[in-house]
T-cell receptor, first 111, second 114 residues
Framework: DQQVKQNSPSLSVQEGRISILNCDYTNSMFDYFLWYKKYPAEGPTFLISISSIKDKNEDGRFTVFLNKSAKHLSLHIVPSQPGDSAVYFCAASPGAQKLVFGQGTRLTINP | DTGVSQNPRHKITKRGQNVTFRCDPISEHNRLYWYRQTLGQGPEFLTYFQNEAQLEKSRLLSDRFSAERPKGSFSTLEIQRTEQGDSAMYLC????????????FGQGTRLTVV
């Protein structure tokens, strides 16, 4: 059972515009959510996180939104830059334990 | 500290051979995780240590797989009698004690079983 889903395998965005990556989860026990960025042949790099007591967390160009009632989170990147081109993974955790990852979304930023 | 370190970066082995991977976590982190990633998928949890204690193992971790963290510092993951289906990227991550602490990943070990 896929407890964390990223339904868009790929996304293409113009440089300077906003990139919005989406993630849905099914397990109500998840209370900590993270986004990771991954380049080929490298491990995932932590980007930003949010706990279930918040609905928004911002770090520079990156903002994560959490809608607990819809079991949905999103990552906004604005403005998008060519270096943001990578695969983005959403992950969820039931209280500081193992992470459950989505399948990833490949983001391409076009000049 | 340079982050989570994994060795080797790449390993090619013949089917049936045993392989061992090493992970050195961030020094002050007491939690250590192993994940496996195959093409087109997100990382899948394998096992988790808090200090030297192995607290959880996924059902993905068959009896051919064993992980250790003998002194609560580095960890090893051994795969015995490798099969072609074991070919994947093996990722190690570490995190600090406490709730809502992010996990930091190493660069992974790419295993190819031929």
């Amino acid at each position: 059972d896929q407890q964390v889903k990223q339904n868009s395998p790929s996304l293409s965005v113009q440089e300077g515009r906003i990139s919005i990556l989406n993630c849905d989860y099914t397990n109500s026990m998840f209370d900590y959510f993270l986004w990771y960025k991954k380049y080929p042949a490298e491990g995932p790099t932590f980007l930003i996180s949010i706990s279930s007591i918040k609905d928004k967390n911002e770090d520079g160009r990156f903002t994560v939104f959490l809608n607990k009632s819809a079991k949905h989170l999103s990552l906004h990147i604005v403005p998008s830059q060519p270096g943001d081109s990578a695969v983005y993974f959403c992950a969820a955790s039931p209280g500081a334990q193992k992470l459950v990852f989505g399948q990833g979304t490949r983001l391409t930023i076009n000049p | 500290d340079t982050g989570v370190s994994q060795n080797p970066r790449h390993k090619i082995t013949k089917r049936g051979q045993n392989v061992t991977f090493r992970c050195d976590p961030i020094s002050e982190h007491n939690r250590l995780y192993w994940y496996r990633q195959t093409l087109g998928q997100g990382p899948e949890f394998l096992t988790y240590f808090q200090n030297e204690a192995q607290l959880e193992k996924s059902r993905l971790l068959s009896d051919r797989f064993s992980a250790e963290r003998p002194k609560g510092s580095f960890s090893t993951l051994e795969i015995q009698r490798t099969e072609q289906g074991d070919s994947a990227m093996y990722l190690c991550a570490s995190s600090a004690q406490g709730f809502y602490t992010e996990a930091f990943f190493g660069q992974g070990t790419r295993l190819t079983v031929v």
